[in-house]
């Protein structure tokens, strides 16, 4: 059996996912799709539009065979953090093939090139990283230049202009890394930007698609359903979105604001630096402004600068929410990765995937949450949770349980505890 991995969050799964999703299976010639996806908190440092058990929903009905989730300490991590944990989970398997990821570029030769000299880093490739950074550019800003001058190709510098781009370059190197046989390659982005907002054609970002559901929930009387421009996404998914609008979704930001506040108002300057991505001078400025806090889009904007980007700073803030630290990221990076597969669902027809798995796995394939100590669907020994393992499966519990917290205060509904949370069969 062939099967080629994807990495996603499908927040929501719209038309280009489907497109991705179809080209891997074509360009790998693969029987099934494995897709690590980010659970309850995304990348960007911000909640998921909706619940991850509706999303991998989207995902298997679509045709994705089976939905793992990524862990928290990765899933809301750096470019860096989110691909070593996708790559660790897929490369731990022992059963995928290839990794298949999207880009804006579409050459998977300029992205090897560009990570094979960011993941050695030769001596001048850090000279002129450290000169460029001595000039008073941004990280990203030095390395673009640097890449480009040791290269001396403008073009494989230019690659780390784009998100997609650079978590592909990422990917790559945690692949490298790894020294790990899984192969890759990339299909390129259709019409749409990561970033654009406005709705293109058929493949708009998934971006666009969350701005479009915000305006709704702004203008619109809780009464009025959801309604959607034709052809956006997979009948599937707007279906799914149809059906559970203002009732399990959306969630915002905004929607953890309080929360955000209480965590503040109990730190200091010295206590914030100990949470992954906050520097001394972030925890300065967060002290410094924590007064004029209102909101936590409006906290982010607040605190954004030259040196410091929206998406960094609503990282750090989301790390100090659910208590993420640096010793712990460090931890993740010393053990090399993920220490188990959370299964979120899988279609019945991909159930000798499923078989496959537990055959080649070296990590355990979670189906049933563990309760402390206990061995409930695991076959694991209470010892497999007590270290790095255990540590990363109760922060998911929890950040799941505040995200569903959350769910239940906006939407009135019946809390539904990470414990009761079934896998998804379609």
């Not at 991705?20 to 099934?32: I, N």
């Not at 796995?361 to 402390?372: A, H, M």
Request: hydrophobic fraction near 40%; charge should be positive; charged fraction near 25%.
């Amino acid at each position: 059996m062939k099967i080629v991995g994807l990495i996603t969050e499908y927040n929501p799964f719209h038309n280009g996912h489907l497109y991705h999703m179809q080209e891997a299976v074509r360009a790998t010639k693969a029987d099934a799709v494995i897709a690590v996806m980010s659970g309850d908190f995304v990348q960007r440092g911000a909640p998921a539009l909706l619940p991850k058990h509706l999303r991998a929903r989207m995902a298997l009905e679509a045709g994705v065979s089976a939905v793992i989730e990524l862990p928290l300490w990765c899933a809301c991590g750096s470019a860096e953090y989110f691909a070593a944990g996708a790559i660790s989970l897929l490369d731990r398997l022992g059963c995928v093939d290839t990794v298949c990821f999207g880009s804006e570029c579409g050459d998977i030769r300029l992205l090897e090139k560009a990570a094979r000299v960011t993941a050695l880093e030769p001596e001048p490739y850090k000279s002129l990283l450290k000169e460029g950074l001595r000039r008073g550019l941004s990280f990203p800003g030095a390395r673009q230049q640097a890449l480009s001058s040791f290269l001396g190709d403008e073009e494989a510098g230019c690659v780390l202009e784009e998100p997609n781009n650079i978590l592909g370059v990422e990917y790559i190197k945690a692949i490298l890394c790894r020294r790990s046989p899984l192969q890759f390659c990339t299909i390129r982005r259709r019409e749409s930007g990561y970033h654009d907002q406005e709705l293109s054609g058929r493949y708009s970002s998934a971006t666009a698609i969350r701005r479009l559901l915000l305006e709704k929930e702004g203008c619109s009387s809780a009464a009025s359903g959801l309604s959607l421009p034709e052809g956006q996404m997979p009948p599937s998914s707007a279906q799914i979105l149809q059906e559970t609008y203002r009732a399990r979704y959306p969630v915002w930001a905004d929607d953890l604001s309080l929360l955000l506040k209480y965590r503040l108002l109990q730190e200091t300057k010295e206590s914030l630096t100990r949470y992954a991505d906050v520097s001394r001078e972030l925890a300065n400025r967060i002290m410094g402004s924590r007064n004029d806090f209102l909101s936590f889009d409006q906290f982010c904007s607040l605190l954004k600068t030259k040196e410091m980007t929206y998406s960094r700073i609503s990282r750090a803030l989301l790390h100090i929410l659910l208590g993420i630290t640096g010793e712990d990221m460090d931890r993740f990076k010393g053990e090399g990765g993920c220490g188990y597969a959370r299964l979120l669902g899988f279609r019945k027809d991909a159930s000798s995937l499923l078989g496959a798995i537990k055959k080649s796995s070296s990590i355990p394939l979670v189906t049933k949450l563990p309760r402390t100590g206990s061995r409930a669907g695991t076959g694991q020994s209470a010892k497999a949770w007590s270290g790095l393992a255990g540590d990363m499966l109760r922060a998911d519990i929890l950040a799941a349980d505040l995200y569903e917290s959350v769910v239940t205060e906006k939407f009135h509904r019946a809390f539904v505890s990470e414990y009761r949370q079934q896998v998804v069969i379609v």
